[in-house]
């Protein structure tokens, strides 16, 4: 069905789409390549959020060359959007665009396409096809497809830790644990996050500032801190980032005068405070993470905290990825990567797969998402 050409092109279709991973959300990274006679004439990326698509992109590519995209095959990441969001529907564009095909290599999960953009493509006497590169397709928006599909984000655990599972000496000291080529890596799962989320106990123990820096983005992430006491010190370098992130405080009530000065004082400082609590007065993980992606609408949550949140989260499996940074060394004692209660059978076991693994200098990550 696909030729050897075609391949190549929904490939270079999915390195435009890489060009929008620090950049869309909480739209899709989509990529789009326009090819005449087997040559591209034009290619496209979608932009930050109330800029133009993918296709809307690579058409303006092709008129700017004074080029006619009028009987043209359009090779796009993701089905064609056919609903007015930000910006008018795609599939407008390509419609008075006159492509004699339009190949997408997945469908759109989002309740408003799925699959009604095609179709019209289809109804206008366009020649459509799906699928091609589909697994690469899906790979690079799995937060997008798990909020549309699940109401859920895609939640991902970033641990650094020594050979023997310690992330901290037992004094809470932990930075260095691994090389800065590794930390770096760890800033590009940063930067394509809608939101990095930490626990008041890494706040008060690290004083982290939880921003992209080591690889270049025009967007900084969201910043979530759970806290259900409301504990975090006003003057924690995450609250007073100069490039004016924006801060979300979670706690569990906020009930009592007390929560509600200390919430006042916070909201001075342009932090907004929610309070969302468990039957247990702790704050209401999975709640949390329905509320991110159903009214915030994040696509992915990248966690760095400490031994007893990551316990939780597991404990609550709320996490969909791992991602485990290994430094050469052994730490003896120390605080380790969760706060999990012992199995008392191995049945009871949360079973990962390793999915790929990296160097970076002498450290190793593993990746690893639910089995």
Known sequence: MYTAVDHQLMSEALAEAQKALYLSNPNPRVGCVIAKDGQVIGRGYTQRVGGPHAEVQALADVRAKGLDPTGATVYVTLEPCNHTGRTPPCVDALIAAKPAMVIAAMSDPNPLVGGKGLERLKAAGTEVRCGLLEAEAKALNRGFISRMTRGLPWVRMKIATSLDGKTALPNGQSQWITGPLARADGHHWRAQACAILTGVGTVKEDD????????????????????????????????????????????????????????????????????????????????????????????????????????????????????????????????????????????????????????????????????
């Open 208 to 371: 982290p500032t939880l921003n992209v820096r080591e690889v270049k983005t025009e967007r900084q992430p969201w910043k979530v801190i759970v806290d259900s006491k409301l504990e975090t010190p006003l003057n924690a370098k995450v609250l007073h980032q100069a490039d004016q992130s924006r801060v979300i405080l979670v706690c569990a009530s906020l009930d009592s005068p007390v929560a509600k000065e200390k919430a006042a004082a916070f909201e001075a400082l342009g932090v907004e405070v929610i309070a969302m609590a468990n039957a247990h007065g702790k704050v209401d993980l999975p709640k949390l993470f329905q509320y991110l992606a159903q009214e915030r609408h994040m696509n992915e949550i990248h966690v760095e905290a400490g031994f007893k949140l990551n316990g939780s989260l597991l404990r609550e499996d709320c996490v969909d990825e791992l991602l485990l940074y290994y430094a050469p060394f052994f730490m003896g004692e120390g605080i380790g990567m969760a706060n999990i209660s012992p199995l008392g059978v191995l049945d009871q076991r949360q079973d990962w797969q390793v999915i790929d693994q990296d160097m970076f200098g002498p450290d190793i990550r593993l990746r690893l998402m639910k089995a």
